[in-house]
């Protein structure tokens, strides 16, 4: 794995504001996947619309990539470190949302309710 040397920047030393939208936008790919049971998702689904910005998220060490193994049709995989960093950045994503009255929690998931007879 290669180590990216991350400098925040001079005027604004909270790297939380300096990273917040690659951080945001894994963070919606990150509830995505947990929507769906999974754990890494492919490169082109990872949208953010400046590449330095998205190198520099996928960087953060919050996920790791898979090189494609196969010729025909080659897509790099990248697989989030460990579960909780996906829910974490998911939880962030929400948290982000709900404050901006952006996000509807209930409208995005299924719950199962048992009725005991």
Same mark, same amino acid.
């Given at each position: 794995m290669i180590k990216k040397k991350l400098k925040a920047n001079e005027e604004d030393? #909270?790297?939380?504001k300096q990273f917040e939208r690659g951080i945001l936008a894994l963070g919606e790919l990150a509830w995505k996947c947990l929507l769906n049971s999974r754990r890494s998702f492919r490169e082109d689904e990872f949208?953010?619309?400046? #590449?330095?910005?998205? #190198?520099i998220a996928l960087g953060l060490g919050f996920v790791y990539k898979e090189e494609s193994l196969q010729r025909s049709e080659p897509h790099?995989?990248?697989?989030f470190v460990h579960k909780t960093f996906q829910e974490y950045l998911a939880a962030s994503y929400i948290a982000h949302n709900l404050r901006e009255s952006a996000f509807y929690v209930l409208g995005q998931v299924q719950l199962e309710i048992e009725i005991e007879s």
């Open positions: 030393m #909270s790297l939380t949208k953010l619309e400046r #590449s330095d910005e998205k #190198s790099d995989v990248f697989t």
